[in-house]
């Protein structure tokens, strides 16, 4: 079956606004079994390295599953561990679905129930499933707080959908639920922190200046040791195995020297995002990774290597003043960008604001993709395997 649809990823989240995991599905309000199926074939093909090594590292993928899919062949190449089906509770009334059920949690997959009805479940719940969703309301805390007080105490975790705003997340994280935000991290929460950038950010904004402009290796090593703990981190990601330098590097003016301005741009892009220290996120700093990547992926193919690491700066940048807590406004203040990436932010326009304008709409299930990839010339597939690439990227960034 070839793929016509979009994959939508969500977010789960813990209290402290860390991603455990992500669910996964297509675009499609209703899939059939058939097309259920064919999306976890994909994530086990795209998300499951040839050496057989999980591609997110310690994050869950949550997959929306029916009774056929319980004995599929490609469950089993996902990780068990890692892997968990979404199943609806009443789907267990059938004695074969039950046993299917019990089967893959003693081989260590795990099951989340939806439409549970907990007090009939009782004590058997544990041994059936290794989440249950809850449905949460901001309107009666303290009776849900009751309610699920005892399954803070068993081998279960819950797992709250619809979230809707700060103050219902904050709520659950009370309760001791996980949840699933939907587009909810992408809106602004209300803080009362500082606003601006802070001293770490602003040399890097200033290194990021000095590199656009082809300064002098002398003049960038100069404000490099201006900060100590980002010299740190330069010589620590040149040394790492990922970058294979084969000799340790032990001067800035050699790890500088042996980056080149393009990647060593790229970098400083990753560093300003996390160098935020107030209202930081989690999550919103891996969806500006992700996003980014994913912008970058998309626009390979038509704008060659170069011109798509500038997309992935523009993707990155996009949520820049989320994270910094500013405006974009003040953020382009503060740095000068080439003019495609500008119009890119502003408008979502130019040469490479259809590629951020997608890699946004994956994240929203927005019935805008399909129209959007066809424009580009970009099929289901290429924009799946890029969705999955671009995620699979985010982890080993974070690492």
């Not at 609806?88 to 893959?104: F, G, I, R």
Request: net charge negative.
């Amino acid at each position: 079956m070839h793929q016509t649809d979009f994959l939508v990823r969500e977010p789960l989240l813990d209290a402290q606004q860390r991603v455990l995991g992500y669910e996964l599905c297509w675009s499609a309000a209703a899939a059939t079994p058939a097309e259920q199926e064919l999306l976890l074939a994909f994530v086990a093909e795209q998300l499951v390295s040839p050496d057989g090594d999980w591609l997110l590292r310690d994050k869950a993928l949550f997959l929306e599953a029916v009774p056929s899919m319980l004995s599929a062949d490609a469950l089993h190449q996902l990780p068990p561990q890692h892997t968990v089906l979404a199943l609806k509770a009443p789907t267990l009334s059938h004695p074969d679905t039950m046993a299917a059920v019990q089967a893959l949690r003693a081989g260590g997959v795990g099951i989340l129930l939806r439409d549970a009805d907990l007090l009939r479940i009782g004590n058997r719940l544990p041994t059936i499933a290794s989440y249950v969703e809850v449905r949460f309301s901001g309107a009666d805390v303290a009776d849900q707080a009751r309610n699920y007080a005892a399954l803070r105490h068993a081998a279960v975790g819950m797992v709250a959908r619809p979230v809707s705003s700060w103050a219902d997340f904050d709520a659950c994280a009370l309760l001791g639920l996980s949840a699933f935000v939907g587009k909810l991290h992408l809106t602004p929460r209300p803080s009362n922190d500082q606003k601006g950038l802070n001293p770490a950010q602003t040399i890097i904004m200033q290194l990021m200046q000095m590199v656009r402009q082809n300064a002098d290796v002398g003049q960038i090593e100069a404000l490099l040791k201006r900060d100590a703990t980002l010299s740190y981190k330069l010589l620590r990601f040149i040394n790492s195995a990922g970058f294979g330098a084969g000799r340790e590097i032990q001067s800035l003016r050699q790890a500088l020297a042996l980056l080149g301005y393009a990647p060593l741009y790229r970098w400083l892009t990753l560093l300003l995002a996390t160098a935020s220290t107030t209202g930081y996120s989690p999550v919103l700093l891996e969806t500006a990774v992700v996003r980014g990547r994913l912008a970058e992926l998309l626009a390979q193919q038509a704008l060659g290597k170069s011109e798509a690491e500038q997309v992935f700066v523009a993707g990155m940048f996009s949520l820049l003043d989320r994270l910094l807590g500013i405006s974009m406004d003040e953020v382009l203040a503060n740095i000068q960008l080439p003019e495609d990436v500008v119009t890119a932010l502003r408008n979502r326009d130019g040469k490479y604001g259809p590629y951020l304008a997608l890699a946004e709409a994956c994240e929203l299930n927005s019935n805008l993709v399909s129209s959007m990839a066809a424009a580009l010339r970009l099929t289901p597939l290429d924009v799946n395997t890029a969705h999955l690439a671009a995620l699979a990227w985010a982890q080993n960034v974070a690492a």
